[in-house]
């Protein structure tokens, strides 16, 4: 199946949106480095267990942590 570009971005912008709101509850300052690491995890395609939002958190945080050591 074929996704339209639009759609694509579309989707992507949820996404970012909603790992984005993971710092907000969390209460973490969205600056460069958070706004880039919503990029590179979007782009690498990570699956978010989306059970409840306390462990999309603790995922969102474990990852960003991986991410400022290499990046």
């Not at 209460?27 to 409840?52: G, H, M, N």
């Not at 474990?62 to 400022?68: A, G, P, Q, V």
């Amino acid at each position: 199946m074929v996704i339209p570009i639009s759609n694509q971005k579309d989707e992507n912008f949820q996404k970012k949106s909603f790992v984005l709101s993971g710092f907000v509850r969390m209460k973490i300052p969205l600056t460069k480095q958070v706004y880039e690491f919503c990029d590179f995890i979007i782009s690498k395609r990570y699956q978010f267990d989306l059970a409840f939002l306390h462990t999309v958190d603790k995922q969102i945080i474990e990852e960003f942590n991986k991410y400022k050591e290499f990046y």
